[in-house]
Every structure is written in structure tokens, then in C-alpha cells.
T-cell receptor, first 115, second 116 residues
Framework: DAGVIQSPRHEVTEMGQEVTLRCKPI?????LFWYRQTMMRGLELLIY????????DSGMPEDRFSAKMPNASFSTLKIQPSEPRDSAVYFC?????????????FGEGSWLTVV | AQKITQTQPGMFVQEKEAVTLDCTYD???????LFWYKQPSSGEMIFLIY??????QNATEGRYSLNFQKARKSANLVISASQLGDSAMYFC?????????????FGQGTELSVKP
């Protein structure tokens, strides 16, 4: 079975540009998470969805960040405009319901560099 | 608020020996799940082991076992017979909420180095 698929794997962009990160969760999973990892702050939960509905977006750092999940098989995390301090690894993860197992599986991450 | 604490920023272990990575947690929920993930230098997050708060037996997965002490709110990872490939960052995480459908929160991680 395919795991969580993220794209792009690596992106280098200039400050002020829009960045869109994409995620395809594991088929049948109804929870989707977006995390950001930096050396300074570790792994931070940005937002998570259940059945395509955002449940908790308290970790989204500011209005420049937005996330959508238009259907069960696709989610985007958008940064507009991007800033150098947004440079990080962004992980998408998914899981099923408690009755089908709680294990949360991660994608390989999107490595973002803003110059 | 839920919290995960890993007090060991770095650990060294000799190849073939066992090592314990510490994790304590804080939650007021009765239903929660505890996870350990491995992050090698290549960056991916690899799921290792899971323990539910109502599970009475400690979880085991091959060379990994989770020493779950509910009263002390600790969930230490034990790696037996360490291998060079075990060198990586290890993260403890907790998921709480109804039927554990809440968010997954991570500790700061422990960097494990296995010496030949």
C-alpha cells in the first residue's frame, strides 16, 4: 500500500513568493495532520483535519499560513507570502479512527528553504 | 494541556547492548495513546511502537519494547541488542481525546548514538 505522499520533496523559493505544499493521505484514513520541524522548535503541530474538516488550527503561526482539505485524498498547506523564518521541514501525516488503529503515519516531508 | 518530556538530549550506547530512552507525559484524559518514532539522518519519521492507556501489557515490537508505568506517567522505550543502524533521533509522542482521536504531540527528542 502507498504511504502518505508529499510534494514537493524539496523547494527553494525567494522571500515573498507563494509556496504550496501538497499531501495525499493513506487511503481510508480520516485524520490528516500538518507538522513543521525546525531545530529551534522541534516538531510543531500546525493543523489537523478529521473527515476533511479542520479540527484544530491553533498551531498555525500566522495568517500567512493556510491549509485546506477539499476531499479525503488531498490536502494543501499554503504560505503566502513566504519568509526566511518559514524554512523548515513540513510533514504531513494521516491515521484512521480509533477502531481501525491509531497509528499515525508520516510522509517523507517537504524541505522548504526561503531565501 | 498535554505535555511530553524527554529529558535526555543525547545518549550513547555500545553496539549489542540494551538502552532505555526516557519519556514522561502529562494528561488529564483517561484515554490516550503513546507512540515512539525514529528519525534517522535521512529525515523520515518511522513509527516504532504504540501503547494504549488501557493496555495492561507493555507493547513489544521486535527489539523495541515500551515500559509503560501509568501511575508514574512514564513510557520509556527499550531497545535491546542495539545496532549501528539504530543511531537516530527518537521521539516520544502522545495522542489524547475521545477514542484517541485528538492531536499527536511530540517531545523534544533524544539523539541516540550507537558505538561499534
Amino acid at each position: 500500500d502507498a504511504g502518505v505522499i508529499q510534494s514537493p520533496r524539496h523547494e527553494v523559493t525567494e522571500m515573498g513568493q507563494e509556496v504550496t505544499l501538497r499531501c495525499k493521505p493513506i487511503s481510508g484514513h480520516d485524520y490528516l495532520f500538518w507538522y513543521r520541524q525546525t531545530m529551534m522548535r522541534g516538531l510543531e503541530l500546525l493543523i489537523y483535519f478529521n473527515n476533511n474538516v479542520p479540527i484544530d488550527d491553533s498551531g498555525m503561526p500566522e495568517d500567512r499560513f493556510s491549509a485546506k482539505m477539499p476531499n479525503a485524498s488531498f490536502s494543501t498547506l499554503k504560505i503566502q507570502p513566504s519568509e526566511p523564518r518559514d524554512s523548515a521541514v513540513y510533514f504531513c501525516a494521516s491515521s484512521g479512527t480509533a477502531y481501525s488503529g491509531n497509528t499515525i503515519y508520516f510522509g517523507e516531508g517537504s524541505w522548504l528553504t526561503v531565501v | 494541556a498535554q505535555k511530553i518530556t524527554q529529558t535526555q538530549p543525547g545518549m550513547f550506547v555500545q553496539e549489542k547492548e540494551a538502552v532505555t530512552l526516557d519519556c514522561t507525559y502529562d494528561t488529564s484524559d483517561q484515554s490516550y495513546g503513546l507512540f515512539w518514532y525514529k528519525q534517522p539522518s535521512s529525515g523520515e519519521m518511522i513509527f516504532l511502537i504504540y501503547q494504549g492507556s488501557y493496555d495492561e501489557q507493555n507493547a513489544t515490537e521486535g527489539r523495541y519494547s515500551l515500559n509503560f508505568q501509568k501511575a508514574r506517567k512514564s513510557a520509556n522505550l527499550v531497545i535491546s541488542a542495539s545496532q549501528l543502524g539504530d543511531s537516530a533521533m527518537y521521539f516520544c509522542a502522545m495522542r489524547e481525546g475521545y477514542n484517541q482521536g485528538g492531536k499527536l504531540i511530540f517531545g523534544q527528542g533524544t539523539e541516540l548514538s550507537v558505538k561499534p
